[in-house]
T-cell receptor
């Protein structure tokens, strides 16, 4: 069990460019989540997968954001035509869904800076 | 809408006891979790309450009152390493909805 891995850890991009983040969840976890966090705020839910199915998306999620989990293992989060307001830490988390409380385990996050 | 309210900052000294309160308003509520986050780090799970009452895990305890839509995290025998942000999170459906966090500063 190596924990949740995210890549890259840091990304600086110019406004208007596309960026993609990858998440490798804990291997036996079938649930995967993406959150966004800005300074001084709590993690904000973006989307949720159970296996390869995207079951829930936040209404706050712009159509410039798309997430996939093609084989029910790793996931990618793509942001198209980035804007400065997209600057944040993007957190991936996973859970098995079998434990009461739905404890989720976060990765270290991918920091995005849009300049 | 769904919201969780917690104090923005709490300060305490080493060895003291501190309580961080959380009130929530969510639909489809299943339980209340607490997470700790150090600067630059990932949130890590501390505790979860699905039922009313107190859950104890070492120096940390968490309490839930469903009728009051209220919970708290109790940290005892504070240590400098406990300085961090603490988030309450409500399980509403499949997603965890987080509060804005409470920054705890522990001084010697």
């Amino acid at each position: 069990d190596t924990g949740v891995s995210q890549d890259p850890r840091h990304k600086i991009t110019k406004r208007g460019q596309n960026v993609t983040f990858r998440c490798d969840p804990i291997s036996e976890h079938n649930r995967l989540y993406w959150y966004r966090q800005t300074l001084g705020q709590g993690p904000e839910f973006l989307t949720y997968f159970q296996n390869e199915a995207q079951l829930e998306k936040s209404r706050l999620l712009s159509n410039r954001f798309s997430a996939e989990r093609p084989k029910g293992s790793f996931s990618t989060l793509e942001i198209q035509r980035t804007e400065q307001g997209d600057s944040a830490m993007y957190l991936c988390a996973s859970s098995s869904g079998s434990r009461a409380g739905n404890t989720i385990y976060f990765g270290e996050g991918s920091w995005l800076t849009v300049v | 809408g769904q919201s969780l309210e917690q104090p923005s900052e709490v300060t305490a000294v080493e060895g003291a006891i501190v309580q961080i309160n959380c009130t929530y308003q969510t639909s489809g509520f299943y339980g209340l979790s607490w997470y700790q986050q150090h600067d630059g780090g990932a949130p890590t799970f501390l505790s979860y309450n699905a039922l009313d009452g107190l859950e104890e895990t070492g120096r940390f305890s968490s309490f839930l009152s469903r009728s009051d839509s209220y919970g708290y995290l109790l940290l005892q025998e504070l240590q400098m390493k406990d300085s961090a942000s603490y988030f309450c999170a409500a399980q509403a459906g499949t997603a965890l909805i987080f509060g804005k966090g409470t920054t705890l500063s522990v001084s010697s």
